[in-house]
């Protein structure tokens, strides 16, 4: 966030003695000068969503200037809400949730962190070419901001050129222009014991090549399992076919935020309605009903989606431990494929 910010400041300030008002910003129907607002805007009110943990609707606040502000002003207000959006990421908790629309009524720290730079970034792009100025942001944030915010689009060859795309900003070959998107923080099912929360591509290549995915885990580390399917969850963002509600999902315990296993999908639904499930926990965590508790919630969500009409789960013989997990959650067996039961619950 901070380097966002430095970044965008210092390319504008070469250009504050220009008319900012007369000059529409790229392709929006905005001036520059009226997008620079709503950036500083953007950032006080995620800051303000996060320190006032908003729940059911955004807080009714923005920057209103002070008459005769210039344009160098403008960047300063800038500067200071950007810091204190940084200050609010810092200083609020990892399970801290709080509202924001698209498309699951909530975002945590780092979702509001990435939302606020791809406001930088993006509106600094419009502004510079409404300016006639030469942009191009680091490829880190924008990876970062691809990976965390729009899951959803397959990766291009250079992250800018991507992100402008995905936004309706620019072209990509082969690819049909955007005319319209919205960006995705992952979604959050939470049971009585346990806060099932959405992977997003940049845990799973972490979690996939031996980090902790941004969560503090029972037993320090995860299972061999959850790093095998983040994994093929990365290698389904990799190859444009992730979808953000059919994916990981890493269970997470409400009384210490601390992460026990994770479940997910292995793909979205087939044709006739039939997705299968997967899951692990890790060993410290074992016996305590957790696996139950998650499969039950996340598959009464899959069953309640349009079209689903099955749910099924594949476990090996010889794990009775797991063939218990899902009859308790009323899973049935139905046959048997090779070396492993298949398991389902219907609608």
């Known amino acids: 966030m901070e380097r966002a910010v430095a970044d965008a400041v210092a390319l504008l300030r070469t250009a504050v003695d220009r008319d900012w008002d007369g000059v529409r910003a790229g392709r929006l129907e905005w001036s520059c000068r009226r997008t620079a607002e709503h950036i500083a805007s953007d950032l006080i009110n995620y800051a303000g969503r996060l320190a006032g943990r908003a729940k059911d609707a955004g807080v009714p606040f923005g920057v209103t200037l002070d008459e005769g502000t210039g344009n160098a002003d403008v960047l300063d207000v800038i500067e200071t809400t950007g810091a204190l959006l940084v200050a609010a990421v810092r200083t609020t908790p990892r399970r801290v949730r709080a509202f924001h629309p698209y498309p699951f009524r909530s975002a945590n720290r780092e979702g509001f962190a990435a939302m606020g730079v791809a406001e930088v970034l993006l509106h600094t792009h419009d502004i510079a070419v409404g300016l006639g100025l030469a942009y191009e ?4 944030l924008c990876e970062d901001v691809l990976t965390r915010l729009f899951p959803h689009v397959r990766p ?9 795309w995905a936004t309706g900003r620019g072209e990509l070959p082969g690819r049909a222009p955007v005319t319209g998107w ?16 959405g992977v997003t591509p940049a845990s799973a290549r972490d979690l996939s090549s031996g980090g902790d995915g941004g969560l503090e885990w029972v037993g320090s580390v995860p299972a061999d399992g959850t790093r095998v399917g983040a994994g093929l969850m990365f290698k389904q963002y990799e190859d444009g076919v992730f979808h953000p509600r059919w994916c990981m999902y890493a269970l997470v315990r409400r009384r210490d935020d ?10 979205v639904p087939d044709e006739d ?15 305590n009903g957790y ?26 013989r010889e794990n009775t431990p797991s063939q218990n997990v899902v009859t308790r959650a009323g899973f049935t067996r ?6 492993e039961y298949v398991y389902e619950l219907r609608c």
């Not at 919205?182 to 959050?188: A, D, L």
């Not at 309640?304 to 090996?316: E, K, P």
């Open 291 to 316: 696996a139950t508790e998650a499969l039950r919630a996340l598959s009464a969500w899959a069953l309640a989606q349009d079209g689903v009409r099955t749910v099924a789960a594949l476990i090996a």
């Open 273 to 287: 309605g039939r997705v299968e499930i997967g899951y692990d926990l890790v060993a410290g965590a074992r016996g």
């Open 258 to 267: 601390r992460a026990v296993g994770a479940m997910g999908f292995h793909g």
């Open 156 to 164: 291009g060859s250079a992250p800018w050129p991507t992100l402008l």
């Open 182 to 197: 919205r960006w995705s923080n992952p979604p959050v099912l939470p049971t009585e014991r346990l806060i099932l929360e």
């Open 137 to 140: 942001p680091p490829a880190e």
């Open 334 to 339: 139905v046959t048997e494929d090779g070396a």
